[in-house]
Every structure is written in C-alpha cells, then in structure tokens.
C-alpha cells in the first residue's frame, strides 16, 4: 500500500511563500509521476502542479512563475515551493501520485490527506 502524507500548510499572509512536502511511503516516489492538487471551500479540486520521472513540470496558468514543483527521489518526497501567495490561493492543498503525465484528478491512484494553506489579505 503507498501512502502519501503532505505538510508545510499554514496561515500566512499575501505575498509571502510557503513550502508544502510531500512523503511518499509505500513505494519509491521515483515510480510514479507526482502531483499537487487544491479544494477551496465550495469548489471541486483542481489540479496545481505535476512533475513526471524526468522531471518535467506542469501547471495551471493561475500559478504560472509563483509556484514550483520539485522531487527528491532519495527521500520519496515532492515538494511545492509556493511565492507570492494571494488570496485566491486559499485550499487545502493534496499531494497524489499516478502513473500518466496529465492534469485530470482520475488518473491520480493516491492521494493524500491534504494540508490547509491560507493566505490572508
């Protein structure tokens, strides 16, 4: 069984940075492509960020040269270096792992318990 378990959330105000982790459990991290999605109050999750086994990136365009997403696979852990944080980018925030490079949440296999990220204004 994998397990992935996501921290670094918190309160924080508007323009300043956060780093969320990811540790994957389980499996090595290094087997799956890795990505990072939100869930604002009200709204479906949506995907943010995703890295594949080369390291190739992807992201939404709202998060476009603000946010980064990166691996260690020695430590089975992705990371979501987050700046210039706004409002807007107030969720909870879920790591998930899957097998294919895409942005649709149904080909993601697991998923974390999420961590909260406010941004204050």
């Known amino acids: 069984q994998v397990h992935l378990v996501e921290s670094g959330g918190g309160l924080v105000q508007a323009a300043d940075s956060l780093r969320l982790s990811c540790v994957v459990s389980?499996?090595?991290?290094?087997?799956?492509?890795m990505g990072w999605f939100r869930q604002a109050p009200g709204k479906g999750r949506e995907f943010v960020a995703a890295i594949s086994w080369t390291g190739t990136t992807m992201y939404v365009d709202s998060v476009k040269g603000r946010f980064s997403i990166s691996r260690d696979n020695a430590k089975s852990t992705v990371y979501l270096q987050m700046n210039s944080l706004k409002p807007d980018d107030t969720a909870v925030y879920y790591c998930a792992a899957g097998d294919t490079f895409v942005r649709a949440r149904t080909d993601y296999t697991y998923w974390g318990q999420g961590t909260q990220v406010t941004v204050s204004s």
């Open positions: 389980g499996r090595s991290s290094s087997s799956y492509v």
